[in-house]
C-alpha cells in the first residue's frame, strides 16, 4: 500500500493551500483517513481525520481547515485557509486499510509534504 501527498509549499500568512493524499496498491477498502502534522521539535499531532459521515478536527483547525474525501479514489484532501505561520510543518497522510488478502486493518502513511506559511 503507498500513499502518495502533495500541495505543500510556500504560502503567506491568510493564504491557502489544498493537500491531497491517494491511496493505492493492494486494498480492499480504506476505512478512516486523516492529515497529522509534525512541527520542527515537536510531536506529531493530529489536523483531523474522516470516516464516513464522521469527521474529527483538531481544535487549531476548526473553522480554517476542512478534510474531505473521493470514496471512490481513496483519496483524501485538506483545504486550509486563514494560514498562520504556526500552521508551519510537515503534513503526513495517513489511512487504515484494510488488506483484500487476510481481511485484516492496518494503518499506512504517506511520506509527507512540507507546508511554510510565511508572516
Known amino acids: 500500500v503507498q500513499l502518495q501527498a502533495s500541495g505543500g509549499g510556500l504560502a503567506q500568512a491568510g493564504g491557502s493551500l489544498t493537500l491531497s493524499c491517494s491511496a493505492s496498491?493492494?486494498?480492499?477498502?480504506?476505512?478512516?483517513m486523516g492529515w497529522y502534522r509534525q512541527a520542527p521539535g515537536k510531536q506529531r499531532e493530529l489536523v483531523a481525520d474522516?470516516?464516513?459521515?464522521?469527521?474529527n478536527y483538531a481544535d487549531f483547525a476548526k473553522g480554517r481547515f476542512t478534510i474531505s474525501r473521493d470514496g471512490a479514489q481513496n483519496t483524501v484532501y485538506l483545504q486550509m485557509n486563514g494560514l498562520k505561520p504556526d500552521d508551519t510543518a510537515v503534513y503526513f497522510c495517513n489511512a487504515e486499510v484494510v488488506s483484500p488478502l487476510t481481511w485484516s486493518k492496518s494503518v499506512h502513511w504517506g511520506q509527507g509534504t512540507l507546508v511554510t506559511v510565511s508572516s
Open positions: 496498491g493492494m486494498i480492499f477498502s480504506v476505512d478512516k
Open positions: 474522516i470516516f464516513g459521515d464522521n469527521v
